[in-house]
């Protein structure tokens, strides 16, 4: 089958995959895998869902959704996304977004065949729902800090870890924050993952009555950072996720690793906390103008906005989508890096202590993880986008945990492909088969 048959399919609704979670005709899916048209089905998407100001990443733009709270019309809404085209994805990494999220699909269909996966604890969330949130957003970070004509001022060094403590101790000073900081600051994130929200008031006269926005992130954010210590989300198929993938620490050592020897931050670590600090305003703005519209009492907890149900239910996984967009580029340490790695407490990457991924303990990263890897539109950069899809030949029975990859194009040599499944075999629970006769396999 055809990569581009599979897609099609799937928009035509004939091979039973869900990808529509709001069922709204409303996106435009004709040659889908165009610069414009993926552009345009992200931020479709996300607007069907009353979520646009994750999307929102210049801080002006995003304080002046807040400001509003919702109210304005559909139509002037959509004005903030003319604007803000400096911050948009450029177009060969919008077209990847999308043929992933395609991928990612099918890759979980070929898991999970009728039985598809799903979050069960603490409510019902398909896969349709929290991996149209997880893949169409986890490169949005790109969009700032690793284009050459980035909208905002990238640290050029970043602190290293102070010697002063025990070496891969667990502890980080607080200099070490700075880089990480003066980036957030620049986007206007101002929420964590890893802590709720002091709810300070920054003046004298404002801490004299109560601050409605303060008190509401404060109280979101306590009932989202829930996935360290105790499980609070569990799937279908019997995972429960604990804990973040990396510490606030190694993300923080990562992220200045990066900066100083790669001579950029990390669009990934970006990503997860834009999303998260974004889509908890997102959900305080709904809340907001519900609150504003309504002649009856509006609970924090579960009201509907604009047609759309807002829980609290949501939030823990709101916490766990940003966690795996955090991870998913923290590489484990390759023979080249070991030194570096150890310089920067880089502990849980190192060869001997990086936790395999597998789809037992964490499905969203390790779907993420293959079909990031897998995706033939980036694996096949300087080749034509449709002449790559209509190549590039995936076969599976669904619930086999099986591909098969072919290529129907020579010029489009399933050798690089098969360099990128491979690579999966150091750092996830994939294994893959050599190529033979044009084919190889891939074990999920």
């Known amino acids: 089958m055809l990569f581009s048959d599979f897609i099609k399919d799937s928009l035509l609704g004939k091979n039973n995959i869900a990808w529509n979670y709001y069922h709204h005709a409303n996106i435009n899916t004709d040659n889908i895998l165009h610069a414009d048209t993926s552009a345009e089905f992200i931020r479709k998407y996300f607007e069907n869902g009353e979520k646009e100001l994750p999307l929102l990443l210049n801080p002006e733009y995003a304080a002046a959704f807040l400001k509003d709270y919702f109210l304005a019309a559909r139509k002037e809404r959509v004005l903030f996304f003319e604007f803000d085209r400096q911050y948009a994805l450029p177009p060969e990494r919008a077209i990847h977004t999308v043929s992933g999220f395609f991928l990612g699909l099918l890759i979980e269909n070929c898991l999970n065949a009728e039985n598809s996966l ?3 604890n603490p409510g019902y969330f398909p896969f349709s729902y929290f991996w149209f949130l997880t893949f169409l957003y986890h490169d949005y970070g790109y969009c ?13 060094r970043a602190p290293i870890p102070n010697n002063n403590y025990s070496q891969f101790g667990p502890k980080i000073c607080f200099g070490e924050y700075a880089a990480l900081r003066k980036v957030k600051a620049e986007l206007g994130i101002t929420l964590s993952p890893f802590s ?8 004298a006269s404002s801490r004299k009555k109560v601050n409605l926005e303060s008190g509401v992130l404060r109280e ?10 105790h499980s609070k989300l569990q799937f279908n198929t019997g ?41 908890i305003k997102n959900y305080l703005a709904a809340y907001l103008s519900a609150l504003q519209e309504s002649h009856y009492p509006v609970s924090l907890s579960d009201f509907y906005f604009h047609e759309r149900h807002f829980s609290e239910n949501q939030l823990p996984v709101f916490s766990y989508i940003s966690d795996c967009i955090l991870s998913h580029n923290i590489w484990k340490q ?14 849980a990457a190192l060869g001997e202590t990086y936790k395999i991924l597998t789809i037992r303990d964490n499905p969203l990263l390790y779907i993420l993880a293959i079909a990031d890897t897998l995706e033939p539109i980036k694996a096949y950069e300087k080749i034509n986008p449709q002449t790559v899809s209509e190549s590039i030949n995936i076969e599976y029975t669904p619930g086999s945990h099986e591909l098969t990859f072919s290529s129907s194009n ?6 690089e492909l098969h360099r990128r499944a491979k690579g999966l075999e150091g750092w996830t629970s994939a294994r893959c088969t050599e190529i033979t ?8």
């Open 118 to 120: 799903s979050i069960e």
């Open 144 to 156: 700032v800090v690793e284009r050459e004509d980035s909208p905002i001022a990238i640290p050029t």
């Open 196 to 203: 709720s929200y002091p709810g300070m008031l920054s003046s």
């Open 220 to 229: 979101l954010t306590q009932r989202s950072c829930t996935i360290e210590g």
């Open 239 to 279: 995972t429960k996720i604990y804990h973040h993938q990396y510490t606030s620490a190694v993300v923080t050592r990562y992220f200045n690793y990066c900066i100083n020897e790669r001579k950029h931050p990390d669009h990934g670590i970006i990503g997860g906390y834009l999303f998260y600090d974004r889509i």
């Open 334 to 347: 390759s023979e080249e890096t070991r030194e570096l790695y150890e310089y920067y407490n880089l502990s």
């Open 410 to 415: 020579n010029a489009v040599d399933i050798s």
């Open 437 to 444: 006769g044009g084919t190889f396999a891939l074990f999920l």
